[in-house]
């Protein structure tokens, strides 16, 4: 299984990104994903999840700004991100969980055993 992820660079504030996320190996249609940032010198933080079933749930920072969504068809995550902010530099990472879950979202990095590699959003002011 891999997840690899794509679509950062550098913006100025008030631009959108969006960011994908391509799955190999399996398909993750009725799983878990999300999104995490990694700021420099900071924790892994989580940004966004959608569930199995298609809810989804973001962190207080991002909601009406970001959006996730997953298409099935091609085993991809995207974020999409507008109004960005210098805040949202970060390493951007996706993730996905193993197996069927149904409705529950899931915010904490530890529920997700899959990772892609990473791609750096630099937002300028």
């Known amino acids: 299984v891999q997840l690899q992820a794509s679509g950062g660079g550098l913006v100025q504030a008030g631009d959108s990104l969006t960011l994908s996320c391509a799955v190999s190996?399996?398909?993750?249609?009725?799983?878990?994903m999300a999104w995490f940032r990694q700021a420099p010198g900071k924790e892994r933080d989580f940004v966004a999840t959608?569930?199995?079933?298609?809810?989804?749930y973001y962190t207080d920072s991002v909601k009406g700004r970001f959006t996730i969504s997953r298409d099935n068809a091609k085993n991809t995550l995207s974020l999409q991100m507008n109004s960005l902010k210098p805040e949202d530099t970060a390493v951007y990472y996706c993730?996905?969980?193993?197996?069927?879950?149904?409705?529950?979202?899931?915010?904490?990095?530890?529920?997700?055993?899959?990772w892609g590699q990473g791609t750096l959003v630099t937002v300028s002011s």
């Open positions: 190996g399996r398909s993750f249609s009725d799983s878990a």
């Open positions: 993730a996905a969980r193993g197996g069927y879950n149904g409705s529950n979202l899931y915010t904490r990095a530890h529920f997700y055993q899959y």
């Open positions: 959608l569930s199995g079933t298609g809810g989804s």
